[in-house]
């Protein structure tokens, strides 16, 4: 992949909010439900995922700019002469600990041919709705065969699924899941914003949310205001026979361009009101 910085638009001082600010803008101009078909720019999604969830998270982004990790989040492991990037971008030798252990480690995870006890480790990324509902996934053993691999609904950044091969031995899975434009993940509920439209606050009415199952119908009591919350039962994440919920937090939208009609409504309303509910107006 390439680095994270050039691929989110940012430079090496930009802050946590500039990324954020960054990511949000990308993804959701790149998400796949925008851009059905669209395999290129469905890899310029996940690239950015990718670079994302390296420079939000402040030890992964101190490490890669360390030059620990690549832009894929992989140890780089021995540098060039036996020496490895120290604090300040210089380079410091590697201790005779160090060396055997990383000799160790490597012998560990290599795998040599009829030896079924050698495992091999690889990260899977998952789409944020292929962690919450579950998917099948191809994955490649280390002896070059495909298999096709279950991922069950709920997982997880940091868990790890173990498949056994008699052929290619043990293959170990490091989960990683890629964040989502629109919802957030809390346990098995799902966090969420959808627009409000003025009338539906003031009057009630029925609008439309997305939830990871797909589209719902709900109902607006009359007199709604922006930041209330509402609740949809069973519409999370189902995991070990019970489902979380999904949150709806609800943002208030005015009509654009503005309607003039609305507007000389309002107008003559608030001239009707004291100023302490016009907020101080005179």
Do not use: C
Not at 176 to 195: C, G, M, Q, S, Y
């Amino acid at each position: 992949m390439r680095n994270p910085y050039i691929v989110l638009g940012v430079g090496r001082g930009a802050s946590d909010e500039e990324i954020k600010r960054s990511y949000r803008r990308l993804a959701k101009r790149l998400h796949p439900d925008l851009n059905p078909g669209k395999s290129a720019v469905e890899q310029q999604f996940r690239e950015v995922n990718a670079a994302y969830e390296i420079l939000a998270d402040p030890a992964k982004r101190q490490r890669f700019d360390r030059g620990e990790i690549d832009a894929d989040g992989k140890e780089r492991g021995f540098a060039q002469g036996g020496a490895r990037p120290g604090r300040n971008g210089a380079f410091s030798d590697f201790s005779i600990d160090e060396v055997f252990h990383e000799f160790l480690r490597r012998g560990r995870r290599g795998k040599r041919t009829g030896d079924q006890s050698s495992s091999t480790t690889q990260t899977l990324r998952l789409s944020f709705l292929e962690a919450a509902l579950g998917a099948k996934r191809p994955v490649a053993l280390a002896d070059g065969r495909s298999v096709e691999v279950a991922i069950p609904a709920g997982i997880e950044s940091g868990q790890t699924l173990r498949l056994r091969d008699a052929q290619a031995g043990e293959t170990l899975l490091e989960i990683t899941v890629e964040p989502h434009p629109l919802f957030t993940r809390k346990d098995r509920d799902i966090l969420a914003e959808a627009p409000l439209p003025l009338l539906d606050s003031v009057l009630g009415g029925t609008i439309t949310v997305s939830t990871i199952h797909g589209d719902v119908a709900v109902k607006v009591p009359k007199g709604s205001n922006s930041g209330s919350t509402l609740r949809l039962r069973g519409k999370g994440i189902e995991k070990g026979g019970t489902s979380g919920d999904h949150y709806v937090k609800l943002k208030l939208v005015l009509p654009d361009p503005p309607d003039p009609e609305l507007t000389a409504a309002l107008e003559r309303w608030a001239q009707r009101q004291s100023p302490k509910i016009r907020g101080g107006a005179g």
